[in-house]
């Protein structure tokens, strides 16, 4: 199938998405029916074992919404396994340096253009469609790497410079964390906001397409102002919660107990 957000990105637009933490392939569903371009399930911070990953992605499948993953670390069998699932794009965490930018593009790419081992899975629908897809999965996969440490903002003029990257995404919370400010994620410290400007004007001058996640509209549309266009709003968990909370408070106030 062909990644609609590659198409979207190389056309200059914007493509919107969320986080899937729950482990749920029916949050999936939802999630995906709701309209996002993308959702990004995560492999890193979440319990989602492999039969969860291939069950969310079943979930999309009925729906436009690109399935993606953020892989645990930067290594060829989690990303390969990622992708044998049907999962159209990964997200490469602590991508420090352009060494580990070309290992993870690699990973991400059949030879002659990368490493990535080659069988019959559900990405080809178990073989059924081997041929077309081994001809377009080059192509059609994204390779997302995560600007998240001081060390790739040092670097990140030369992680940029590494072909085939098809965003750069921006961890702020650990980007954050690791410059001493733990739990900050949306109002930040005037340091990391110029950690984060430095990825921004290399990102434009090496023509690399900016991602990040942000908390609500509001942050999304000032950072889609400042040049990202991929961008993540909420999550499964997020969204759940503060509509719980809100219910609750809701109903305590109209019904006179606060």
Known sequence: ????????????????????????????????HAGHDFLMIDGEH???GHETVLAMAQAMSATPCTPLMRVADNDA???????????????????????????AV?????????IRGFASARASLWGA???????????????????????SVANVEEILAVPGIDVAYVGVADLASFMGFTGQIGELDPSVDAAIERIVVAARRAGVP????????????????????FVAIGGDARYVGAMARQQ???????????
């Not at 690699?106 to 990368?114: S, V």
């Not at 897809?133 to 060390?151: F, G, V």
Request: proline share 4%; hydrophobic share 45%; aromatic share 4%.
């Open 129 to 151: 469609r081997i041929q077309e897809y081994a001809r377009s999965a080059n192509e059609d996969t994204c390779a997302i790497l995560e600007i998240e440490h001081p060390d």
């Open 1 to 32: 199938m062909a990644n609609r957000i590659k198409k979207i990105l190389r056309d200059g637009g914007v493509v919107y998405g969320s986080w899937l933490a729950m482990c749920s392939p029916i949050a999936a569903e939802i999630m995906a």
């Open 46 to 48: 979440s319990a989602a």
């Open 248 to 258: 609750l408070a809701d109903v305590r106030r109209l019904a006179g107990a606060e």
């Open 106 to 114: 690699a990973a991400c790419r059949y030879p002659p253009a990368g």
């Open 210 to 229: 900016l991602g990040i996640h942000c908390l609500n509209a509001e942050s999304a549309a000032r950072r889609i102002r400042q040049g990202f266009r």
């Open 77 to 103: 069998v989690r990303i390969k396994q990622a992708l044998d699932l049907g999962i159209q794009g990964v997200i490469v965490p602590m991508v420090n340096d352009a060494g580990a930018a070309r290992a």
